[in-house]
């Protein structure tokens, strides 16, 4: 009986495995989309505990951000431990298990189909955990990401999904992960397929789209449904101020254009660099610029939402958005395993409510509200920095419950954008520190749209093996079984494909005695030269593989055993031409 269950379940899981393969296998995706969503928010639900926890035991005044009532010394020492500790804990894992983040992820993606590793997850959580407790300059939300599509990666490894699931999965994750982390999944999916994916397609989005539903739920019962931001209801007072907001995506844009080369330039200081050197370089760097302004500690959510509500001073504005900026950068750039994109949203902040008060000092009455330069720069800082504007804009939206930021913030955006990338050649941030490895992310259509499709999905699965030898009643035999291809054994990976009608050609033209032995390489038939390839590939990589063997065809197997595969048809560029052409349709 048990082995009877055990077989009906490998049999469904077959079955399931053939049908994601297609690319637009929408009710399963959406299954897989909702189990992502629920073990991502899991996941990001006690990274929460865990680091919140741990600061509200740590901190003098109980909050989880309350480092400003601690003594100079320890704002001082605090990061450099949490430095030391950090590099002690990476420099016991491999080299290989030291790369996390957003950057991680989408290395991953480009180069091994969303195949993310367990060891990195892990670090990921660990390390991003003691950086952000310890004060470093960092968010919460680029580990989210990492581990958010780790849930995802791991959970369709573990049912060995073809890949091109593999990849909307990792989609899934990076959604529940952005939704779970700031309570907005509209945010979430649009983050997912602007910055990380770079691509928007029906059957991607269906899946992400419950993934992010799922973790906001789950977020809900663990944190409750509150704005992730509380603040006060404004808007602009006339027209006119939209000249003044496109002034703010200008002067906003310069600096996400300098933020993004001060990363730049700490990753290539750090490069070469032994890792506890590094580290311990930005734990000092980020301890001296707590000593005049303890704001920069931690993610900095209490900072912001005082700049919001406009508590801090013009003194303290520029002193926290200088040495926030330089924390953060040096910080990230020289390999601590946290996030930049909270500390964006602070850093842009306090520019856009330096340019409020600025533009209320020079045209007093005509500015209806500094609160709305505070929210625009955030939302302006966070678009030009990642080259998403509708992540942006989506993501204000929801932490702010304030839909008169819309329009304003769609002019200021898309300024800030074009300044950053068209002024000063600064695409995504992820893009150039990607860049900076070495690497680069291919989104053009021809690969997104092999990658949304599986090997098993576009093979021709009437395909016969045979030995090379076979009598002629061997050969008839085959040939019942109405193969289109036959795949001729060999002792190597490296296979023939013969047309099966070639055979039943040569045997109907003259009369053969059954125990005639025919030689399938010797006959005149239409042969191609065939490698093998995975059953779970993409035919991305099946189009990859072809034009760097030059081989004629691939046969599709699944190794179940070391020494034993199974083969499941023959894809040769014919097939995935056709494949391509009626996912265009």
Not at 207 to 234: D, M, N, Q, R
Not at 573 to 585: N, P
């Given at each position: 009986?048990?082995?009877?269950?055990?077989?009906?379940?490998?049999?469904?899981?077959?079955?399931?495995?053939?049908?994601?393969?297609?690319?637009?296998?929408?009710?399963?995706?959406?299954?897989?989309?909702?189990?992502?969503?629920?073990?991502?928010?899991?996941?990001?639900?006690?990274?929460?505990?865990?680091?919140?926890?741990?600061?509200?035991?740590?901190?003098?005044?109980?909050?989880?951000?309350?480092?400003?009532?601690?003594?100079?010394?320890?704002?001082?020492?605090?990061?450099?431990?949490?430095?030391?500790?950090?590099?002690?804990?990476?420099?016991?894992?491999?080299?290989?298990?030291?790369?996390?983040?957003?950057?991680?992820?989408?290395?991953?993606?480009?180069?091994?189909?969303?195949?993310?590793?367990?060891?990195?997850?892990?670090?990921?959580?660990?390390?991003?955990?003691?950086?952000?407790?310890?004060?470093?300059?960092?968010?919460?939300?680029?580990?989210?990401?990492?581990?958010?599509?780790?849930?995802?990666?791991?959970?369709?490894?573990?049912?060995?999904?073809?890949?091109?699931?593999?990849?909307?999965?990792?989609?899934?994750?990076?959604?529940?992960?952005?939704?779970?982390?700031?309570?907005?999944?509209?945010?979430?999916?649009?983050?997912?397929?602007?910055?990380?994916?770079?691509?928007?397609?029906?059957?991607?989005?269906?899946?992400?789209?419950?993934?992010?539903?799922?973790?906001?739920?789950?977020?809900?019962?663990?944190?409750?449904?509150?704005?992730?931001?509380?603040?006060?209801?404004?808007?602009?007072?006339?027209?006119?101020?939209?000249?003044?907001?496109?002034?703010?995506?200008?002067?906003?844009?310069?600096?996400?254009?300098?933020?993004?080369?001060?990363?730049?330039?700490?990753?290539?200081?750090?490069?070469?660099?032994?890792?506890?050197?590094?580290?311990?370089?930005?734990?000092?760097?980020?301890?001296?610029?707590?000593?005049?302004?303890?704001?920069?500690?931690?993610?900095?959510?209490?900072?912001?939402?005082?700049?919001?509500?406009?508590?801090?001073?013009?003194?303290?504005?520029?002193?926290?958005?200088?040495?926030?900026?330089?924390?953060?950068?040096?910080?990230?750039?020289?390999?601590?395993?946290?996030?930049?994109?909270?500390?964006?949203?602070?850093?842009?902040?306090?520019?856009?409510?330096?340019?409020?008060?600025?533009?209320?000092?020079?045209?007093?009455?005509?500015?209806?509200?500094?609160?709305?330069?505070?929210?625009?720069?955030?939302?302006?800082?966070?678009?030009?920095?990642?080259?998403?504007?509708?992540?942006?804009?989506?993501?204000?939206?929801?932490?702010?419950?304030?839909?008169?930021?819309?329009?304003?913030?769609?002019?200021?955006?898309?300024?800030?954008?074009?300044?950053?990338?068209?002024?000063?050649?600064?695409?995504?941030?992820?893009?150039?520190?990607?860049?900076?490895?070495?690497?680069?992310?291919?989104?053009?259509?021809?690969?997104?749209?092999?990658?949304?499709?599986?090997?098993?999905?576009?093979?021709?699965?009437?395909?016969?093996?045979?030995?090379?030898?076979?009598?002629?009643?061997?050969?008839?035999?085959?040939?019942?079984?109405?193969?289109?291809?036959?795949?001729?054994?060999?002792?190597?990976?490296?296979?023939?494909?013969?047309?099966?009608?070639?055979?039943?050609?040569?045997?109907?033209?003259?009369?053969?005695?059954?125990?005639?032995?025919?030689?399938?390489?010797?006959?005149?038939?239409?042969?191609?030269?065939?490698?093998?390839?995975?059953?779970?590939?993409?035919?991305?990589?099946?189009?990859?593989?072809?034009?760097?063997?030059?081989?004629?065809?691939l046969y599709v197997r699944q190794t179940t055993a070391?020494?034993?595969s199974r083969v499941y048809g023959l894809l040769t560029?014919?097939?995935?031409?056709?494949?391509?052409?009626?996912?265009?349709?």
């Open positions: 009986m048990i082995d009877a269950l055990t077989q009906a379940l490998h049999d469904a899981l077959h079955r399931l495995r053939l049908h994601l393969a297609a690319p637009r296998a929408l009710l399963a995706l959406g299954v897989m989309g909702v189990l992502t969503g629920a073990l991502a928010a899991l996941v990001i639900i006690a990274f929460r505990f865990v680091v919140e926890g741990t600061q509200g035991l740590l901190l003098p005044g109980g909050g989880a951000e309350d480092y400003e009532s601690l003594p100079a010394v320890v704002r001082l020492a605090l990061p450099i431990a949490g430095a030391l500790l950090i590099g002690l804990v990476f420099q016991s894992a491999a080299a290989g298990a030291r790369q996390v983040g957003v950057v991680h992820v989408m290395e991953r993606l480009a180069y091994f189909q969303g195949r993310l590793p367990f060891k990195n997850a892990l670090l990921q959580f660990v390390g991003a955990g003691l950086a952000i407790i310890s004060g470093h300059s960092v968010g919460r939300e680029g580990p989210g990401v990492h581990l958010g599509a780790a849930a995802g990666s791991l959970l369709g490894q573990g049912l060995e999904l073809p890949n091109n699931s593999l990849r909307t999965l990792v989609a899934c994750g990076v959604a529940a992960a952005i939704a779970a982390s700031f309570n907005t999944p509209l945010a979430g999916v649009v983050f997912s397929m602007e910055v990380v994916m770079m691509e928007y397609t029906v059957a991607g989005f269906a899946p992400v789209i419950l993934a992010a539903v799922t973790a906001t739920t789950l977020l809900h019962l663990a944190f409750g449904k509150e704005h992730f931001l509380s603040v006060p209801t404004a808007e602009l007072g006339t027209t006119g101020e939209l000249a003044l907001v496109a002034l703010l995506g200008l002067l906003t844009g310069v600096l996400a254009a300098t933020y993004i080369q001060l990363l730049q330039f700490f990753s290539t200081q750090a490069s070469g660099r032994p890792l506890w050197w590094r580290l311990t370089l930005a734990g000092t760097i980020t301890g001296l610029c707590a000593l005049p302004a303890p704001e920069i500690m931690g993610i900095g959510y209490d900072t912001l939402s005082a700049t919001l509500l406009g508590h801090l001073g013009v003194t303290t504005l520029v002193t926290v958005l200088v040495l926030k900026m330089l924390a953060t950068t040096a910080g990230i750039g020289l390999g601590l395993p946290g996030g930049l994109i909270g500390p964006t949203l602070i850093i842009g902040a306090m520019a856009g409510a330096l340019a409020g008060a600025a533009l209320e000092w020079a045209a007093p009455g005509v500015v209806a509200s500094p609160a709305i330069y505070a929210m625009l720069g955030m939302v302006a800082m966070m678009g030009a920095t990642l080259q998403a504007p509708l992540a942006a804009l989506t993501a204000i939206l929801e932490l702010t419950g304030n839909p008169n930021l819309i329009m304003a913030g769609m002019l200021a955006v898309i300024i800030a954008d074009l300044t950053s990338f068209r002024l000063f050649g600064k695409d995504s941030v992820f893009l150039e520190l990607l860049r900076a490895r070495g690497m680069d992310y291919r989104a053009d259509p021809l690969t997104q749209s092999l990658c949304r499709i599986g090997a098993a999905a576009a093979m021709n699965p009437r395909l016969a093996a045979c030995p090379q030898t076979l009598t002629t009643a061997e050969a008839r035999a085959v040939l019942e079984r109405q193969p289109q291809w036959l795949l001729v054994d060999s002792e190597g990976e490296e296979r023939t494909a013969l047309a099966a009608a070639d055979l039943a050609r040569w045997l109907t033209q003259r009369r053969h005695k059954e125990h005639e032995v025919v030689d399938l390489l010797a006959l005149p038939a239409r042969r191609l030269r065939a490698l093998p390839i995975d059953l779970r590939a993409t035919l991305q990589e099946a189009h990859s593989l072809l034009e760097q063997s030059q081989a004629d065809a070391p020494l034993f560029r014919q097939d995935i031409e056709s494949a391509y052409r009626q996912s265009l349709g």
